[in-house]
């Protein structure tokens, strides 16, 4: 199970920070590492799930598209922001201006969301932030004392994977026989962590569940970093327990579909006003 712990968190982290140099070009190390396993998770979904529904996944697919994919994630990371340029992204220009580099194209707006960015990191909670962190990493726990999930949702999406594994369709054989409708994503890449992880299915989706999970708390965690409510909110949103109920029932793809908050947290809610173009770009 821990062999599949290392592949899922390893594989998220670089394509998790070139999204987040994207979409938060104010994010310091900190929040970076917030922010790249949720970020990742939600791109390794997104991968397994078109390759499936444009009917080209295999093992070896999907794991040659995400060694691309980590190759152009780190070839991006190692982009540096050249000042003697005209044009500049909006979080280029915000990142130049959070490391002190002089751009061409200085904005007042720019220079208001930076300083509000630096006085919300000084400002951070220590006791908040611990407190947080022992919130988040409870998520975990149940890898420690189960072997297997609770519930029976994870029967139906598991019988899935097992069958995306071996035969790379929903298609099941009798006398279930039929083409199942649901969601690709989970169940695709269930199956990939599977097989190269060399755990079982139930492990695997136990795994994947929880670590969905623990990444939506840290996504919100970072995301809501940037107005200086970070901590408390991922404090709010676990203790609502309505996240956990639904995970240790064991419908880990219902609490995996949240990771695409994170990112609307990070285009909708900034500190400071501008267009609504460069949010979107």
């Not at 279930?176 to 409708?181: E, I, Q, R, Y």
């Not at 809501?224 to 970070?230: E, H, I, S, Y």
């Amino acid at each position: 199970m821990w062999a599949a712990f290392l592949v899922i968190v390893l594989t998220s982290i670089p394509p998790g920070l070139a999204l987040t140099r994207i979409l938060d070009g104010a994010a310091d190390t900190f929040r970076k590492s917030l922010l790249c396993l949720p970020l990742g998770l939600l791109v390794l979904y997104g991968t397994s799930g078109i390759l499936f529904v444009i009917q080209a996944w295999s093992i070896i697919s999907l794991t040659v598209s995400i060694i691309i994919l980590e190759i152009v994630s780190l070839l991006f990371l190692r982009r540096k922001i050249h000042i003697e340029k005209t044009q500049h992204t909006h979080w280029q220009r915000l990142e130049a201006a959070m490391h002190g580099l002089v751009l061409s194209e200085s904005e007042p707006e720019l220079e208001e969301e930076v300083q509000a960015q630096r006085w919300f990191q000084q400002q951070r909670n220590p006791m908040l932030q611990i407190l947080a962190g022992l919130f988040c990493a409870m998520t975990l726990t149940p890898l420690l004392l189960l072997d297997r999930p609770f519930g029976v949702d994870w029967v139906g999406f598991g019988t899935l994977a097992a069958n995306v594994q071996a035969t790379g369709s929903f298609e099941l054989p009798s006398p279930n026989s039929g083409l199942w409708t649901y969601p690709p994503a989970f169940p695709s890449l269930l199956a990939w962590l599977s097989e190269l992880s060399g755990s079982s299915i139930e492990q695997s989706a136990m795994l994947l569940g929880h670590v969905s999970l623990l990444a939506i708390l840290l996504g919100i965690w970072g995301s809501m970093d940037r107005l200086g409510a970070g901590a408390s909110s991922a404090l709010a949103m676990g203790g609502s327990l309505a996240l956990f109920a639904k995970v240790f029932d064991s419908g880990y793809p219902s609490v995996a579909s949240q990771l695409g908050l994170i990112v609307g947290l990070l285009v909708v809610f900034r500190p400071y006003h501008s267009s609504l173009k460069s949010h979107i770009i």
